[in-house]
């Protein structure tokens, strides 16, 4: 079974800063691409970010240069540091994963989410 945990989310003040971790866990025997994605309520969901296992990235326009993704492929982790956030960033934050179960082969992983709300 593979796990994608995430944390790190919460309630900031508008441009304030908040730092998410996703780990992956169990039967891994590695990790593609990582990535971070966000659904506001009544939208679709959208990617924020991603990271290739080299250490590309990619950004949305609404927060390069507000958001920074990074990962430990040592730990299975992936981060997403957002600082000046503002209150369209609202939205429920999710990690995404393309994952080697080796038997299984590759497939994607999703997180539980987790709850980002900033405030004017």
């Known amino acids: 079974q593979v796990q994608l945990v995430e944390s790190g989310g919460g309630l900031v003040q508008a441009g304030g800063s908040l730092r998410l971790s996703c780990a992956a866990s169990?039967?891994?025997?590695?990790?593609?691409?990582m990535g971070w994605y966000r659904q506001a309520p009544g939208k679709q969901r959208e990617l924020v970010a991603d990271?290739?296992?080299?250490?590309?990235?990619n950004y949305a326009d609404s927060v390069k240069g507000r958001f920074s993704i990074s990962r430990d492929n040592a730990k299975n982790t992936v981060y997403l540091q957002m600082n000046s956030l503002k209150p369209g960033d609202t939205a429920v934050y999710y990690c995404?994963?393309?994952?080697?179960?080796?038997?299984?082969?590759?497939?994607?992983?999703w997180g539980q989410g987790t709850q980002v709300t900033v405030s004017s």
């Open positions: 995404k994963a393309l994952i080697n179960k080796q038997v299984a082969g590759w497939n994607v992983y």
């Open positions: 169990g039967s891994i025997f590695g990790i593609g691409i």
């Open positions: 990271i290739t296992s080299g250490g590309s990235t």
